[in-house]
């Protein structure tokens, strides 16, 4: 390791630190534009220039491009190194706008500080500035060209980190102009990343814009509860309100960025513009009452229930984008009080799915989000990354760009920002090929138990079997996995099999057999499906089963905590007609949900901005969210009154886990204000692996609860190939925008979210007689579905695709596991007015 002196202080670094890095590590700041750790070195600015008084460099040099070396002498402070810099600042001013009091960069400004550190205060150049004419970039971001400085972190992020290239550099010298070829949206789902990478205001958060500057923000550390990879992120709150969402570095899972829906689907929190898309106030029946009338009322009734039917006829239901303290309440009430539940997952399949590969997960297998981008090899079974889990996505990138081999087997027609090699899969073919590929790649002179291992999951180490097509991209993949040091595999949960995700975990535990540092990356539904499977436990009470409950009057009472069965749950009618027998409905959500509509009783509970959150992610990782601000009904746009209250419009809400622990215990506490016990207290009680965990200890990438290193491989036989479905194979999916369920009801996505359409492969619609573009009908068991059809080549045959969209009723489909006959699936002709 290098041993160098930065303004006279020692430090040793590994090989291959930069010097800038180095300073930054002693506490030194060296001045930059361009230089970003997660996008490298360019010198493309000038400005971190120091001097170097010993060693293979002398003199005035660039510290970012630089390596650290023994013996190096670098003085930062040094008059001709001061000079420099403060050149380099009168350079890039010559053609900027003196317009920070207008800049939403203001506040937070890189250049703005360098400007005042550099000492540059009176502009000494007379002649005309240079200008632009400023592209519209679609709803999420406002563009200001005049304040650009050339550093190029906007198109090394843009093109070669994010992999998408509608924007960049165009024009030359100093007419260069980062932009589109045209005004349009852009095209990448991380755009938003733009705000955070460029070092002025010529990108900026339209969302925000002209709203707030950065020194009246409340802000905080936070956690994305939008899918299940746990980004990190900073909630910025003003006036009641959450004004914007950034970027929290986070070294093992998102790094420095996070995706456009993290970013800016937060707005549900503030019920939308006018703010009547949030239900502020509790309630019983229809009218509006105080907090301890609806806690008092709550408890009283669910009391009188357990006395005249039993602790039984009272259940709950849980969700998977509720806090851990809440799962943990709610498994606590339940259990201490025999009340039947939770239940937090509506799928059974999916809920075993889950529980498998979470019981899979331990210390040796399982990969981080980071961890993936240092792979040499990536195979991606069943998950579509940039629609279920994006940040995934752009960790793939990375490995890819590190010219990983990267294998997609999925039924869906997959996108994603990297050359890949992909493979349409119906979900019965994803095990088998999956286990052709890893069988095929073990040597011949393998060891004789590692080859019987293989053969009792694989079958016999062959391709040959396989479509020629096919056949023709598995067997170069598979020659590249004998070679490769790092595989990753990533598994998602959502349409694979019941056994696909426990015989991921053979696979990679297989390779890590036969040598190879192999992990395991699983993509979960829900911000916290990991510790809801943890809480249900191996025969966790299903959804069903409280249906059943229900619909035969064993239950009478139900509890629904932050979810909304008539959203989630795909027969309605059936629904409707258990919900109507029940004699309590208690809904505690922030959102303005079917189920809240209906409830007899309703609480408003708290978002992740407003209550200090924990939350696990799928890989194990418990992070902690803080509060940000403590909420209420915003003052800007349609607030009530101005007038002198002794407390805060639509401050009615609290957390989830408070309401529940009030609700479900002696009537008389709610009288007696009683103050719930800590979270640490029943978290730990609820599981082994919460039992060292809570917010004072987290370190600062969060802490695993995976269980220790030792598992082996499995070895239950090669996966068969199912017969073909009877009809069309139906698979509900996630999409980008519009499926999620907290971001679905943002408004700052209104505009981005697609028509949704049915996905169908070429051949199965050239069967029904149906050609893309059609507006067909698909008879559901639960109704006629109206919707337009998209033909892909990238389909699997046999499959049809529906997204689980905020537009549709999807719900019609009647069940889990449903196929479609191609007869009904008809085109729908509309006749001329």
């Known amino acids: 390791m290098p041993r160098l002196i930065i303004d006279d202080l020692e430090i040793e670094v590994p090989s291959g630190t930069k010097v800038i890095d180095a300073a930054e590590r002693l506490g030194i700041m060296i001045p930059r534009f361009c230089y970003h750790e997660a996008l490298g070195s360019v010198g493309a600015c000038r400005m971190c220039a120091v001097k170097f008084l010993q060693g293979p460099f002398k003199g005035i040099q660039m510290s970012c491009m630089i390596d650290a070396q023994d013996g190096m002498v670098v003085c930062t402070t040094d008059e001709e190194a001061v000079a420099f810099r403060k050149q380099v600042i009168e350079w890039l001013m010559i053609n900027h706008p003196h317009d920070c009091p207008v800049c939403d960069e203001g506040g937070q400004c890189l250049l703005q500080d360098e400007t005042v550190s550099g000492g540059h205060g009176r502009r000494r150049y007379l002649g005309k500035k240079r200008t632009y004419r400023d592209q519209y970039l679609g709803p999420f971001i406002a563009h200001e060209m005049n ?44 755009s938003g990343n733009l705000v955070d990478v460029c070092p002025t205001g010529v990108y900026t958060d339209k969302t925000a814009r002209f709203k707030v500057r950065r020194w009246d923000l409340q802000r905080a550390p936070s956690v994305c509860n939008q899918c299940s990879l746990g980004c990190n992120t900073v909630g910025n709150a003003h006036y009641r309100a959450v004004m914007r969402v950034e970027a929290r570095l986070n070294k093992a899972v ?16 503030n019920g939308g513009a006018d703010h009547s898309h949030r239900p502020w106030q509790p309630r019983i029946g229809t009218e509006t009452v105080s907090v301890e009338d609806a806690l008092r009322e709550s408890a009283q009734r669910l009391a009188g229930i357990v006395r005249t ?43 075993r799915k889950i529980g498998a590969a979470v019981g899979r997960l331990d210390e040796a297998i399982g990969v981080s989000l980071r961890e993936i981008e240092t792979a040499d090899l990536v195979i991606v079974a069943g998950a579509d990354l940039l629609n279920e889990a994006p940040m995934a996505a752009l960790a793939v990138r990375q490995a890819a760009r590190k010219k990983a081999a990267v294998l997609v087997l999925d039924p869906r027609p997959v996108s994603l920002p990297l050359d890949f090699e992909y493979v349409a899969a119906a979900p019965r073919q994803i095990e088998p090929l999956l286990g052709a590929v890893i069988g095929a790649s073990f040597a011949e002179d393998a060891p004789e138990d590692l080859r019987k291992k293989s053969e009792g999951l694989f079958g016999k180490p062959s391709l040959e079997s396989e479509d020629p097509a096919v056949r023709l991209k598995l067997g170069p993949f598979a020659e590249k996995l004998k070679e490769s040091k790092k595989p990753v595999i990533v598994c998602g949960t959502d349409v694979v099999r019941e056994s696909t995700p426990a015989f991921a975990a053979d696979c990679a535990g297989l390779l890590r057999e036969s040598g190879k540092d192999a992990g395991l990356f ?39 905590a932050e979810t909304d069965p008539f959203r989630d749950f795909p027969d309605r009618e059936r629904l409707d007609k258990a919900f109507s027998g029940l004699e309590l409905l208690i809904a505690l959500d922030c959102l303005p949900t079917e189920t809240v509509q209906r409830a007899h009783i309703f609480h408003p509970a708290s978002t992740v901005f407003e209550a200090g959150s924990t939350f696990v992610n799928q890989e194990g990782r418990v992070q902690f969210a803080e509060q940000v601000h403590r909420g209420g009904m915003p003052i800007w746009g349609a607030h009530p009154p101005r007038v002198y209250r002794d407390y805060v419009p639509g401050g009615d809400h609290r957390p989830a886990w408070e309401i529940l622990w009030k609700i479900s215990g002696d009537p008389a506490a709610v009288e007696t204000g009683a103050v719930p016990p800590s979270p640490g207290e029943w978290i730990a009680a609820e599981h082994p692996a919460f039992e060292r965990i809570g917010p004072s200890d987290y370190p600062v990438d969060g802490q695993r609860v995976l269980h220790p290193a030792g598992g082996t491989a499995g070895t239950g036989g090669p996966p068969a190939r199912p017969d073909e479905p ?104 509309r006749g001329r007015k």
């Open 309 to 351: 039917a039993g602790a039984g006829a009272v259940a709950a239901l849980g969700s998977c984008r509720s806090s851990l303290e809440t799962q943990c309440m709610l498994n606590r009430v339940c259990r201490t009080n025999n009340w039947t539940g939770p239940s937090y997952f509506y799928d059974p399949v999916l809920q």
């Open 147 to 190: 304040r650009c400085i050339h550093c190029y972190r906007c198109s090394r992020f843009y093109q070669e980190f994010a992999g998408y290239h509608d924007l960049g550099p165009l024009q030359l010298a100093n007419k260069l102009y980062f932009g589109r070829f045209a005004d349009g949206s852009l095209e990448s789902p991380f």
């Open 522 to 560: 699983y993509i979960f539904p829900g911000a916290s499906s990991f510790s809801a499977a943890l809480l249900s436990g191996p025969e966790g009470m299903t959804f069903s089963g409280i249906l059943e409950g229900i619909e035969s009057g064993a239950i009478k009472a139900l509890v629904v």
């Open 726 to 829: 009877k009809g069309l194979e139906l698979l509900l999916v996630d999409w980008m925008y519009g499926t999620e369920e907290l971001s679905s009801h943002a408004d700052t996505l209104k505009s981005v979210i697609l028509e949704p359409k049915l996905l169908m492969h070429p051949a199965d619609a050239a069967s029904a007689g149906l050609v893309h573009g059609d507006t067909v009908v698909v008879e559901l068991d639960r109704g006629n579905l109206e919707i337009k059809l998209s033909v892909s080549e990238g389909m699997a045959r046999g499959v049809l695709v529906l997204p689980r969209h905020r537009d549709i009723e999807w719900q019609k489909v009647g069940g889990f596991g449903v196929t479609v006959p191609p007869e009904r699936i008809r085109k729908v002709f």
């Open 254 to 269: 998102n790094g420095y960025f996070i995706c456009d829906r993290g970013r800016f689907g937060f707005s549900y929190t």
